[in-house]
């Protein structure tokens, strides 16, 4: 069973930019798409980017152009570079397989503040 451990997360003022990674327990080679996900105080988890294993990717609206999925097959790792950040974009953040999710990790924090 895969076991996903995020991190990166910090409190970054608005504007600046984070660079979250997910590193798998298990060779990401074979999974079809991975995800990145996040929960707000007070909301529900919501996917806010994907990618294949073939490198198509697809992001919540509210991302775009701000957030770009990466990931290193070779390194079992996932990555979500965001840029311009908002506060809206504080939350806990979370990778893991897209759809048939796995065991959720313990989260990277992520809080946008000034």
């Known amino acids: 069973q895969v076991q996903l451990v995020e991190s990166g997360g910090a409190l970054v003022q608005p504007g600046g930019s984070l660079r979250l990674s997910c590193a798998a327990s298990v060779s990401i080679f074979s999974i079809n798409a991975m995800g990145w996900y996040r929960q707000a105080p007070g909301k529900q988890r919501e996917l806010v980017a994907t990618?294949?294993?073939?490198?198509?990717?697809n992001y919540v609206d509210s991302v775009k152009g701000r957030f770009t999925i990466s990931r290193d097959n070779a390194k079992n790792t996932v990555y979500l570079q965001m840029n311009s950040l908002k506060p809206e974009d504080t939350a806990v953040y979370y990778c893991?397989?897209?759809?048939?999710?796995?065991?959720w990790g313990q989260g990277t924090q992520v809080t946008v503040s000034s």
């Open positions: 990618m294949t294993s073939g490198g198509s990717t």
């Open positions: 893991n397989r897209f759809p048939n999710l796995a065991g």
